[in-house]
């Protein structure tokens, strides 16, 4: 079994930053992609930004320049560092991983975690 635990959210300022992370743990044979995707009320869940395992990257246009994603392969945790936060981030952000597992090496699974929020103030 796999999980997925969050940390990070929280309430800011606009202009301020916050950092979120993810670190998968469980019955792990590899970690593929990584990243982090939101929902806002009333809207679709959507890409922030995600990470390969050999570190390319892709974001989502509204936070190109001010969000950076990273990650620790030895520790299956991945960042998300928010500078210049503006209201509309305001959101639920979920963990995303791509795993394959011990007991399934011919797999590849999606998780999903928790969720954590994000509330930036005007």
């Known amino acids: 079994q796999v999980e997925l635990v969050e940390s990070g959210g929280g309430l800011v300022q606009a202009g301020g930053s916050l950092r979120l992370s993810c670190a998968a743990s469980g019955s792990i044979f590899r970690v593929n992609a990584m990243g982090w995707y939101r929902q806002a009320p009333g809207k679709e869940r959507e890409l922030v930004a995600t990470m390969t395992s050999n570190g390319r990257t892709i974001y989502a246009d509204p936070v190109k320049g001010r969000f950076t994603i990273s990650r620790d392969n030895d520790k299956n945790t991945v960042y998300l560092q928010m500078n210049s936060l503006k209201p509309e981030d305001t959101a639920v952000y979920y963990c995303?991983?791509?795993?394959?597992?011990?007991?399934?090496?011919?797999?590849?699974?999606?998780?999903w975690g928790q969720g954590t929020q994000v509330t930036v103030s005007s």
């Open positions: 995303n991983a791509r795993i394959i597992t011990a007991r399934n090496k011919f797999s590849e699974n999606t998780y």
